[in-house]
């Protein structure tokens, strides 16, 4: 745990954080390079925010995919653009990227393949069972067929100590830190939950115990 974070702070980093930093970084070592043009789709809840911010620490372009009334809030996590998904169809813009990180897949990977560069990687980290399974049968075809690396992310590996530990130098620098949207006691997990559960949070949603 950092030294000059909170207990609550320190709780949204385990997950979120080190899933958001695994995302970026495939198996083989490839990892986003400055430069690089980024895009995030689901910018503004859990991994997100920590997605932007690792992103913007090594100099890539980042782009962000929220809702309308969060774009002010992905704008102040230093994204460079912010798209508005309830207006503009993210995935036949005209911009071009090396790299998307799609938190919570929805739409196929085939309709990705346009909006991304020559060799450009596309890594979601969730989705529906129906979305993984056909994620993962379309993974090696998009691959071949586009040079292009597409597919679910495999590879997590919660509490990994040298992601941990490079967290830790980010938020020593003042590169990334967690933002909280709301504290609930132990007693309303239940509206807890619920809360996350309606997507109505901004970022992290801390229990206290």
Request: net charge positive.
């Amino acid at each position: 745990m950092p030294t000059e974070m909170t207990c609550e702070g320190a709780a949204t980093l385990p997950h979120s954080a080190v899933l958001a930093l695994q995302g970026l970084r495939l198996r083989d070592g490839r990892s986003i390079q400055h430069g690089d043009r980024v895009l995030v789709v689901g910018a503004s809840g859990n991994v997100g925010p920590f997605a932007v911010q690792i992103a913007k620490s090594v100099g890539a372009e980042v782009t962000g995919v929220c809702s309308t009334d969060r774009v002010e809030f992905v704008r102040s996590l230093g994204a460079d653009r912010v798209i508005d998904y309830t207006r503009v169809d993210s995935t036949k813009a005209a911009e071009r990227y090396d790299w998307i990180l799609d938190v919570d897949a929805r739409h196929s990977i085939l309709r990705w393949r346009h909006a991304l560069r020559p060799r450009g990687v596309y890594v979601a980290l969730g989705g529906s069972t129906r979305w993984l399974v056909q994620g993962l049968l379309l993974m090696p075809v998009v691959s071949l067929a586009f040079s292009k690396r597409t597919g679910p992310m495999l590879w997590w590996k919660p509490f990994k100590a040298e992601d941990v530990e490079t967290l830790k130098l980010l938020i020593a620098a003042g590169k990334v830190r967690p933002f909280i949207d709301r504290r609930f006691p132990l007693g309303q997990i239940v509206d807890a939950l619920e809360y996350a559960d309606e997507g109505r949070a901004r970022s992290k949603v801390v229990v206290a115990v």
